[in-house]
Structure formats: C-alpha cells, structure tokens
C-alpha cells in the first residue's frame, strides 16, 4: 500500500524572527509577509468598497477573510525548482519550465529518516546520522 507523506512546509511570517542576522537579506526566501484581513474587519470593508453594499447586508455583517502576501520569494516554503533554475539548457536541451513537468512526475518512491537524536531543532543534520 503506498502512503504519501505530507512534506509541506507551513508559510509563517513569525519565521522570520528566526533569521540569524547574518542572512536577513534572505527572508523573503524563508518567511513570507502576511497581511491578514478579517471577516469582521479589513475583508468586510473590502467586499463592502468592492460591491457598493452596506457591511449589515453581508451574511452575518462580515465579509471574507484574505491572505495577502506582501513580500515572497518563489522559493519560500515547500516549492519545486523547475529545471530552468538551473539555466537554459540542461543536457544540451531547453530547460522544462514548471508548467511542462507532470504531476505524476513528482510522486515517487522515498524513505523517512528520523535523526530526531543527533539533532535540535533547527540545527543542521550531520552527514553521521544518515549512515547505517
């Protein structure tokens, strides 16, 4: 039976608190900026501007509720790097675009490693640990 593990990373622009200073530079590829806009608040003052309506004539007062992300990079959180990120020609041939690789391409077969006792949080894992 196949399982499919979730490898997904949660976009959390508290991450950003967690870039050593040396690469504060690199945030916007490691933690997006989020503006959050309430149902109650900003999203229904939006829909409000955006239809002309009275915020009472909105399905219990509120409007919807909107992530926007003001400052990411295309490499922040869980992504695929398409092979023209890499240059325009791999083997000789046109890089592929991420719109050209399948998504059957990207299942495949993987194990899971737990080196949960060589390391701590948000430290690097030492080549050891992946060594039988």
Not at 6 to 24: I, W
Not at 59 to 86: I, K, Q, R, Y
Not at 87 to 116: F, H, N
């Amino acid at each position: 039976m196949t399982t499919l593990i979730d490898l997904s990373r949660t976009l959390d622009p508290a991450n950003r608190d967690l870039v050593p200073e040396a690469y504060k530079a690199l945030e916007s590829v490691l933690a997006p900026r989020i503006h959050y806009l309430h149902p109650s608040g900003e999203g229904r003052d939006r829909m409000v501007d955006i239809f002309g309506c009275a915020g009472h004539e909105l399905p219990n007062g509120e409007g919807w509720g909107e992530d926007w992300m003001t400052e990411m990079n295309t490499h922040c959180g869980t992504h695929v790097d398409a092979p023209l990120h890499s240059g325009s020609l791999i083997e000789g041939k046109q890089a592929r675009t991420i719109s050209d690789i399948d998504l059957a391409e990207l299942y495949r077969p993987g194990m899971v490693l737990d080196v949960r006792e060589w390391v701590r949080p948000g430290e690097g894992i030492p080549v050891e640990a992946a060594r039988p």
